[in-house]
């Protein structure tokens, strides 16, 4: 090998993993920009934690992928490494042998993948290929493995990773993934059986698959049960040094099956940084991952507080080193600036702030909020178009239908109250300003709802119903809602933060910036986040 070795060749040649087309949403490409960044978040904490030691000058680390897809983390970690090492490894031939064959090791997740990351990392198809640019590996895999697991079935689905057996139960030639590094019960034995030895290694980075089809159907179309916390977790048993990776960020405060990985990871003050994106446009074009992305890093043996660094669109807002989890809250606050607007309502509203700054039962929203589907009919119910005696009358995905009263079996002391209807899904964008909730409207005694709408009560007039919808439309109200909201759909959850108010008289957010002390500067990040509410279309029932 010559002194013009192929990673000082790349400034010259287009890199053909900047427009890689991704295989599907559970299987994200990292653009090589963002593996960096995310590589320079590592060489940061390692300087820090080391008296500014370079970590790419450092030969004994050892660094894994353990769900590599297109090398790209490999790559140029194998790139930092040469240059890193040059003093220490003067020769060229020796240092890149010496990095691909101790230092740098990955799992891929399918057979097309650890073919790819292989040419990507070692330029062979074969990592002893004869233009392979590691010179000592008697396999064809190098470091970089892929052997076809085989999921552990259940009756119907499999028992580590929760696929479903109807679907991924497949002949061996057609991929079933089912990844290596979650279908075990050991990973530090599995680590051993695939990598010839104990391995401890220092880092551990990458992106891991998101999620996994399971068969079944909800309202946007086929469900799908999160799977990357599963990698999050094997990956901390096998106690590396530092952890540094991306997820979906609806962890933060909801998604499906996710409620005990958001406690244990909320309750680990080892994780010391997040980079949230709350449009995951801003690192993957075109990919829309509902609630953004973010990746974090997470060290062993460094305990604290968190540094949250916002991006959006291109720009950087600026670091807060603050707690995972504020007092009184059960999610982690994404936004840095929601943090102060979110003190001052829970202070004011606190039985005993000094204590414990959470909503008391009698000042909590979500108690008026009723749960979807609360009257027991479903997205596709219709109903009569005219209404007979004893009807009620349905307010329905499309418009309105009748029941007979007889016919609701559930909440039916609701029907005769005053009430305020909210779809029970918002917009699907990520893009802000945006309204977080459907138009609120009044919905008059008599009335229900399918599971389109949630409810909202009861109140005894229609003065306060009114005065509730109008408070449910002001920017602050939904404000306090996206704290809380991850997905678009708007659960009973997502008002956990928001304090009821006395419906007697009206709110709207002048009102309520002056009950709560919101400075300018804090509105004006409110007002960057959530636009005013498009009335038009909007009306209250009589």
């Excluded at 897809?69 to 003093?87: C, D, M, N």
Aim: with cysteine.
């Amino acid at each position: 090998m010559t002194e013009q070795s192929s990673f000082s060749l790349r400034s010259r040649n287009p890199d053909v993993l900047t427009c890689i087309a991704n295989l599907s949403n559970d299987e994200v490409f990292t653009p090589p920009v963002f593996a960096n960044q995310m590589l320079d978040t590592l060489t940061e904490a390692w300087a820090a934690n080391n008296k500014g030691a370079n970590l790419w000058a450092d030969k004994t680390v050892k660094f894994l992928d353990p769900f590599t897809k297109s090398g790209v983390f490999l790559r140029e970690i194998t790139s930092r490494l040469t240059k890193g090492l040059e003093k220490e490894i003067p020769n060229l031939e020796k240092r890149v042998n010496h990095i691909l064959t101790k230092q740098v090791f990955g799992i891929a997740t399918t057979q097309i993948t650890a073919l790819l990351a292989r040419r990507s990392v070692y330029c062979s198809k074969y990592a002893n290929g004869e233009h392979s640019i590691a010179k000592s590996f008697s396999s064809d895999d190098g470091n970089i493995w892929f052997k076809r697991m085989e999921h552990t079935w259940g009756d119907t689905k499999c028992e580590f990773c929760g696929a479903p057996r109807a679907i991924l139960e497949r002949e061996a030639e057609v991929e079933n993934y089912a990844y290596a590094f979650i279908h075990t019960d050991n990973i530090k034995t599995r680590l051993a059986e695939i990598f010839g030895g104990k391995m401890q290694f220092d880092v551990i980075i990458g992106n891991p698959p998101y999620q996994m089809s399971t068969g079944g159907t909800g309202g946007a179309g086929v469900q799908a049960r999160p799977i990357y916390n599963s990698f999050v977790d094997q990956a901390k048993l096998l106690e590396p040094r530092y952890l540094c990776m991306v997820t979906p960020s609806r962890w933060f405060s909801g998604g499906m099956g996710l409620d005990s990985f958001r406690e244990s990871m909320l309750t680990d003050n080892r994780l010391r940084v997040i980079h949230d994106f709350p449009d995951s446009n801003d690192v993957f074009p075109g990919t829309q991952i509902k609630g953004g992305i973010s990746y974090f890093l997470w060290q062993r043996d460094n305990h604290g507080n968190v540094a949250v660094t916002t991006h959006d669109k291109g720009s950087v807002l600026p670091t807060i080193t603050r707690p995972l989890l504020e007092p009184g809250c059960d999610v982690f606050i994404r936004y840095n600036e929601g943090v102060s607007i979110l003190r001052k309502v829970l202070t004011l509203e606190a039985s005993d702030p000094k204590r414990s700054p959470t909503l008391p039962l009698n000042k909590q929203f979500m108690g008026l909020v009723s749960s979807i589907g609360a009257f027991g009919l479903d997205t596709t119910f219709r109903g009569k178009d005219k209404a007979s005696a004893n009807d009620v009358m349905i307010y329905r995905n499309g418009g309105i239908g009748y029941i007979n009263r007889q016919e609701l079996t559930k909440e039916t002391e609701s029907i005769d109250w005053w009430k305020v209807f909210v779809p029970a899904a918002g917009s699907g964008s990520d893009g802000f300003p945006h309204s977080i909730l459907g138009k609120p409207f009044v919905g008059a005694p008599g009335t229900a709802s399918s599971w389109t709408y949630m409810h909202i009560g009861p109140f005894k007039n229609k003065i306060q119903a009114t005065n509730a919808a109008d408070y449910i439309r002001s920017r602050f109200f939904r404000f306090l809602v996206l704290l809380h909201k991850s997905t678009q759909h708007a659960t009973k959850t997502v008002y956990t933060f928001v304090p009821t108010q006395d419906f007697s008289q009206s709110w709207n957010d002048e009102k309520l910036c002056k009950k709560y002390g919101i400075t300018d500067e804090e509105w004006a990040f409110v007002e960057k986040m959530i636009r005013p509410m498009d009335l038009s279309g909007a009306s209250d029932d009589e």
